[in-house]
């Protein structure tokens, strides 16, 4: 069983451990005490938490096929004639998006604005984390 401490638990959620620590608190979430007194989460509980959250029916899936959303900050656009580079900053994530420029300015899309990258590919590739560090697994 993987367990993860409130500090990775909220790395893989891209929020702040005081973020978990309040959902710990608040019954959202549920933590158990290690062998050293440090607050863990399940890792399966984590994923179906993880799970519940995304499931945010204002982020709109309900009207496309496409599942994969990530919601953050627009960090840069670069405009030229033509073409546009939009980068967005979700959570630790960056995503890039080239797209017209009519499109950027149909969308008001600025440094600061609130974008969802959204996201369908034929291709994804899925790579395996490398085993957690020996606090994250059970008994370590």
Do not use: C, Y
Not at 23 to 33: F, K, L, M, P, S
């Amino acid at each position: 069983m993987t367990r993860f401490r409130i500090g990775e638990a909220a790395d893989l959620l891209g929020v702040s451990a005081d973020t978990v620590r309040r959902w710990v608190d608040a019954g959202r979430v549920t933590a158990e005490r290690d062998e050293h007194g440090h607050r863990v989460i399940d890792g399966v509980d984590l994923a179906a938490f993880a799970r519940a959250q995304a499931a945010d029916p204002d982020a709109g899936a309900e009207f496309s096929s496409a599942r994969n959303r990530l919601r953050g900050i627009v960090v840069d656009v670069r405009k030229d004639t033509v073409m546009a580079q939009v980068d967005i900053q979700a959570g630790p994530f960056r995503v890039v998006s080239l797209m017209s420029r009519e499109a950027v300015d149909e969308l008001d899309l600025r440094v600061g604005s609130v974008a969802v990258a959204v996201i369908k590919s034929t291709t994804v590739v899925v790579e395996r984390a490398a085993p957690p560090t020996a606090r994250g697994r059970a008994g370590g």
